[in-house]
């Protein structure tokens, strides 16, 4: 099952991976310029299409995730990958290409808030807690698999064409994911609130392999009357400080440029002078870079709590920050200090802004407005997103043509993330959630709610 469902964020993945490599050679084929402010707008708008989708999607996910269920709606978003992947990689003009990469960003932006959810609904707790880093794990395969497709595709086909294949290749995992979800059940916990009871039951037998599932039905149908919750009350003390943080660490991750590598990636690396090849295998170790870094979060962020690998990261996120603003400013002098930087520094993303502020947001809410809570965090996420993908071009372009100034912007963006989360962020390794929602309700300070608890056995 999780598989099944991670193969969603490998899509999420995949789907925004993919534009890196296509754009190479599809904004020459519609003849847009590369020093025209106008074209790099519309460049922009085409790359920025995902996120725009997403955060479309992920407002509307909730309503979807309600009425139709989880599993189907995994189901229409297979889908609509599916559809996405066909009409950007047959379009005849450049708008269907941006209506296919709005249509996956929708798709994105649904499957991206339903797929954690449902996982979290069908998984025993123990092990609910890495189930959301390994969607996390899932995302970073799918962004490597997009660029390792772009360098065979854009190898083996003609110039003209390779991007229809690259969109293209999104309908094989879409298809394996429909197939795949087709056979899960439904969540037991979305039966429970449409009183569904039998039904409900008697997934638990199956998801559990036992006849005897009175206890989790009674957990179950306790939760489902605590989250009937008032989303209002998400605006208002106690609660509002935790909305700041969940949703000011989605800001932080975006504007660290995270996206800015991953959309323009071989952009970047042919200013810091790497030639035609090499700046898609450039690329693509950025990709199993990530990957690996990624797997080592996984395996550390229990240990080594989420504060301290937080600000570890931000901070060597501004020095690699730093010096890639130095040496892109540079053009073209120093390829292998701009590689080894941005590889540095996706490492510290990986452990760090990649995989924490997903942790800390599904840690922090209290259940009964957990998915509100969530969803709004996730429209942060791609709201920003979406900002730096449409910004990157006009950006350069009206910073003296030159990537490193736009760099210089996320550096200083980064320091004051790194402020927002020394001061607000709290230590959440090991306690109990219940013991966090106490604090909060006792009025203990944001960065102490993690204090004087009990630690977990
Ligand atoms: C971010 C994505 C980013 C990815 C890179 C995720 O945590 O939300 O925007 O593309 O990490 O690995």
Same mark, same amino acid.
């Given at each position: 099952?999780?598989?099944?469902?991670?193969?969603?964020?490998?899509?999420?993945?995949?789907?925004?991976?993919?534009?890196?490599?296509?754009?190479?050679?599809?904004?020459?084929?519609?003849?847009?310029?590369?020093?025209?402010?106008?074209?790099?707008?519309?460049?922009?708008?085409?790359?920025?299409?995902?996120?725009?989708?997403?955060?479309?999607?992920?407002?509307?996910?909730?309503?979807?995730?309600?009425?139709?269920?989880?599993?189907?709606?995994?189901?229409?978003? #297979?889908?609509?990958?599916?559809?996405?992947?066909?009409?950007?990689?047959? #379009?005849?003009?450049?708008?269907?290409?941006?209506?296919?990469?709005?249509?996956?960003?929708?798709?994105?932006?649904?499957?991206?808030?339903?797929?954690?959810?449902?996982?979290?609904?069908?998984?025993?707790?123990?092990?609910?807690?890495?189930?959301?880093?390994?969607?996390?794990?899932?995302?970073?395969?799918?962004?490597?698999?997009?660029?390792?497709?772009?360098?065979?595709?854009?190898?083996?086909?003609?110039?003209?064409?390779?991007?229809?294949?690259?969109?293209?290749?999104?309908?094989?995992? #879409?298809?394996?994911?429909?197939?795949?979800?087709?056979?899960?059940?439904?969540?037991?916990?979305?039966?429970?609130?449409? &009183?569904?009871?039998?039904?409900?039951?008697?997934?638990?037998?199956?998801?559990?392999?036992?006849?005897?599932?009175?206890?989790?039905?009674?957990?179950?149908?306790? !939760?489902?009357?605590?989250?009937?919750? &008032?989303?209002?009350?998400?605006?208002?003390?106690?609660?509002?400080?935790?909305?700041?943080?969940?949703?000011?660490?989605?800001?932080?991750?975006?504007?660290?440029?995270? &996206?800015?590598?991953?959309?323009?990636?071989?952009?970047?690396?042919?200013?810091?002078?790497?030639?035609?090849?090499?700046?898609?295998?450039?690329?693509?170790?950025?990709?199993?870079?990530?990957?690996?870094?990624?797997?080592?979060?996984?395996?550390?962020?229990?240990?080594?709590?989420?504060?301290?690998?937080?600000?570890?990261?931000?901070?060597?996120?501004?020095?690699?920050?730093?010096?890639?603003?130095?040496?892109?400013?540079?053009?073209?002098?120093?390829?292998?200090?701009?590689?080894?930087?941005?590889?540095?520094?996706?490492?510290?993303?990986?452990? !760090?802004?990649?995989?924490?502020?997903?942790?800390?947001?599904?840690?922090?809410?209290?259940?009964?407005?957990?998915?509100?809570?969530?969803?709004?965090?996730?429209?942060?996420?791609?709201?920003?997103?979406?900002?730096?993908?449409?910004?990157?071009?006009?950006?350069?372009?009206?910073?003296?043509?030159?990537?490193?100034?736009?760099?210089?912007?996320?550096?200083?963006?980064?320091?004051?993330?790194?402020?927002?989360?020394?001061?607000?962020?709290?230590?959440?390794?090991?306690?109990?959630?219940?013991?966090?929602?106490?604090?909060?309700?006792?009025?203990?300070?944001?960065?102490?709610?993690?204090?004087?608890?009990?630690?977990?056995?």
């Amino acid at each position: 099952m999780g598989a099944i469902a991670a193969i969603a964020g490998l899509l999420f993945g995949f789907d925004t991976g993919v534009i890196s490599g296509a754009q190479e050679f599809l904004f020459p084929y519609f003849n847009l310029k590369d020093n025209n402010l106008q074209d790099a707008a519309t460049r922009g708008l085409i790359v920025a299409c995902v996120p725009i989708g997403a955060l479309l999607g992920a407002m509307v996910s909730g309503f979807f995730a309600h009425r139709l269920g989880r599993r189907r709606t995994l189901l229409m978003t #297979a889908i609509m990958f599916f559809n996405g992947a066909i009409v950007a990689a047959l #379009a005849p003009h450049l708008y269907s290409v941006g209506i296919g990469r709005l249509v996956m960003g929708l798709a994105i932006g649904i499957s991206a808030m339903v797929a954690p959810m449902y996982l979290a609904e069908v998984s025993p707790p123990k092990i609910r807690g890495s189930m959301i880093f390994l969607f996390q794990l899932a995302i970073t395969i799918g962004i490597f698999s997009a660029f390792a497709i772009n360098l065979w595709f854009g190898r083996i086909f003609e110039p003209t064409v390779s991007w229809r294949y690259m969109f293209g290749a999104g309908v094989i995992p #879409a298809t394996i994911f429909f197939l795949g979800m087709l056979g899960l059940p439904k969540s037991p916990r979305w039966l429970m609130l449409k &009183n569904r009871f039998e039904e409900a039951k008697a997934v638990m037998q199956r998801l559990l392999g036992r006849y005897d599932v009175d206890a989790e039905m009674n957990e179950m149908r306790e !939760s489902c009357s605590r989250e009937q919750g &008032n989303w209002i009350t998400l605006f208002k003390k106690p609660l509002l400080p935790l909305l700041c943080v969940a949703f000011g660490l989605f800001v932080f991750q975006q504007l660290s440029g995270i &996206n800015a590598v991953m959309y323009y990636g071989p952009e970047i690396f042919s200013k810091a002078g790497f030639g035609a090849d090499a700046k898609f295998l450039a690329q693509l170790c950025i990709g199993i870079i990530n990957v690996l870094s990624t797997i080592f979060g996984v395996w550390i962020v229990d240990k080594s709590g989420r504060r301290p690998l937080l600000l570890v990261g931000f901070i060597g996120l501004i020095i690699c920050l730093g010096g890639l603003s130095f040496c892109l400013k540079a053009e073209g002098l120093h390829p292998f200090v701009c590689l080894s930087l941005t590889l540095l520094y996706v490492v510290f993303f990986a452990i !760090s802004l990649g995989g924490v502020p997903y942790i800390l947001m599904s840690e922090l809410f209290p259940l009964k407005v957990r998915s509100v809570g969530m969803a709004i965090a996730s429209c942060a996420n791609w709201g920003f997103n979406m900002m730096v993908a449409f910004s990157f071009k006009p950006l350069t372009n009206l910073l003296g043509n030159n990537i490193g100034n736009v760099f210089v912007l996320y550096t200083i963006c980064t320091v004051f993330g790194f402020l927002f989360a020394y001061r607000f962020v709290p230590e959440t390794k090991g306690r109990h959630l219940e013991a966090l929602e106490e604090n909060l309700y006792e009025g203990k300070e944001l960065s102490q709610l993690g204090q004087t608890v009990e630690v977990r056995e």
